[in-house]
């Protein structure tokens, strides 16, 4: 650098650090204000919902049980867990207070009905993180037994072909999709 770049680097190194200096107290000064106010609000508000009396205590209902649809008027469901904007984790029994095995697990609300019985998806986790993840169940309400068909990774699925004792489901997920058959 020749000596007038050199004067002019040095001028504008002082006066932006002249800047700087002069206005970072006043910069954190305002930034302590809004930090009080804000905990005085806080505190303010605090002691105000604690002066009134008149507030009404809320009771959050426990979900009824409900005729599950497509089920034959056999079984009873009950919300016990909602994803959100997702679907929702029920609990089942039989509507006619037999014990059932289908009381030990959470089922999501698909229900398909076959001859050999109803085709439930049975939730293998209730952690959001690891949703989805159930098995394709096969329900004998004759025998009161659940017998897992498959595992699948994706909500959107459904029966797409039955042969003889074969069923097929077409599952897709938002990137792949796939097939998979399963023996009766």
Not at 4 to 29: C, G, K
Request: aromatic content about 16%; overall charge neutral; hydrophobic content about 40%.
């Amino acid at each position: 650098m020749n000596k007038v770049q050199l004067f002019f680097h040095h001028t504008f190194r002082f006066i932006w650090n002249a800047v700087f200096i002069i206005s970072y107290p006043i910069l954190a000064s305002f930034g302590l204000l809004f930090i009080g106010f804000t905990f005085l609000f806080s505190k303010l508000s605090f002691l105000l919902t604690r002066l009134r009396t008149d507030s009404k205590t809320i009771v959050l209902k426990e979900s009824e049980w409900k005729t599950m649809d497509y089920s034959n008027d056999l079984l009873e469901a009950k919300v016990c867990m909602q994803i959100m904007f997702g679907p929702s984790g029920f609990k089942l029994r039989r509507k006619d207070g037999v014990p059932s095995v289908l009381q030990d697990y959470v089922f999501g609300n698909k229900v398909r009905v076959l001859e050999e019985g109803f085709i439930l998806e049975k939730w293998n986790t209730m952690e959001p993180k690891e949703m989805p993840d159930f098995d394709i169940c096969l329900y004998d309400p004759d025998r009161d037994s659940l017998r897992s068909l498959t595992t699948i990774k994706s909500f959107d699925w459904h029966v797409s072909d039955k042969l003889d004792n074969e069923l097929s489901f077409k599952w897709f997920d938002g990137t792949q999709g796939g097939e998979v058959k399963v023996q009766l």
